[in-house]
T-cell receptor
Framework: DQQVKQNSPSLSVQEGRISILNCDYT??????FLWYKKYPAEGPTFLIS?????DKNEDGRFTVFLNKSAKHLSLHIVPSQPGDSAVYFC?????????????FGQGTELSVKP | KAGVTQTPRYLIKTRGQQVTLSCSPI?????VSWYQQTPGQGLQFLFE???????NKGNFPGRFSGRQFSNSRSEMNVSTLELGDSALYLC??????????????FGPGTRLTVL
């Protein structure tokens, strides 16, 4: 039972264009969502997060949108740069003492071409 | 602040052996969570420790265990290693509050290879 899904294993975009990475979840008890960027053989790096009480959060070139009714979130990167090429993971967590447990999607490999 | 550190970075063991991995969290963080990353299963939660107590546990066999010390440093142990235990083991730390916006920050991981 995969509670967090990233249905696109890979995405390729041109430098300067928008990258949109998608994530769906099934558990309505999730209340905080995070995006991490990961290079091979390294740990994930935190990018941006969003609480379930919001529908949008921005940080520089990164914006995350949350649609609770559709149980869907997306990460927008504008403009995309070659250094953004990495695997992006969506993660979700629940409330209270379940907060230390992140449930991850399978990841989307983003390739930004010069 | 220094980030999360993990030692060793690489390990090679043979089947049947046991292994201990170490994690030092960000200063002031009281929660340490462990994850296993494999190509087939992705990133999976192993367990979380907070104030020296296991607070959450994932769906892994009892061969996987951990502990946390009073300085918040944590170790995880895998006994009777199997080939399928070959993976990148990641440690993450957070302040540990039960508020929903507590963010986890990851270390570089320990690459374990079981031969």
């Amino acid at each position: 039972d995969q509670q967090v899904k990233q249905n696109s294993p890979s995405l390729s975009v041109q430098e300067g264009r928008i990258s949109i990475l998608n994530c769906d979840y099934t558990n309505s008890m999730f209340d905080y969502f995070l995006w991490y960027k990961k290079y091979p053989a390294e740990g994930p790096t935190f990018l941006i997060s969003i609480s379930s009480i919001k529908d949008k959060n921005e940080d520089g070139r990164f914006t995350v949108f949350l649609n609770k009714s559709a149980k869907h979130l997306s990460l927008h990167i504008v403009p995309s740069q070659p250094g953004d090429s990495a695997v992006y993971f969506c993660a979700a967590k629940g409330v209270g003492n379940q907060g230390g447990k992140l449930i991850f999607g399978q990841g989307t490999e983003l390739s930004v071409k010069p | 602040k220094a980030g999360v550190t993990q030692t060793p970075r690489y390990l090679i063991k043979t089947r049947g052996q046991q292994v201990t991995l170490s994690c030092s969290p960000i200063s002031g963080h009281r929660s340490v969570s462990w994850y296993q990353q494999t190509p087939g299963q992705g990133l999976q939660f192993l367990f979380e420790y907070f104030s020296e107590t296991q607070r959450n546990k994932g769906n892994f066999p009892g061969r996987f265990s951990g502990r946390q010390f009073s300085n918040s440093r944590s170790e995880m142990n895998v006994s009777t290693l199997e080939l399928g235990d070959s993976a990148l083991y990641l440690c993450a730390s957070s302040s540990g509050g039960t508020g929903s916006t507590d963010t986890q920050y990851f270390g570089p991981g320990t690459r374990l290879t079981v031969l």
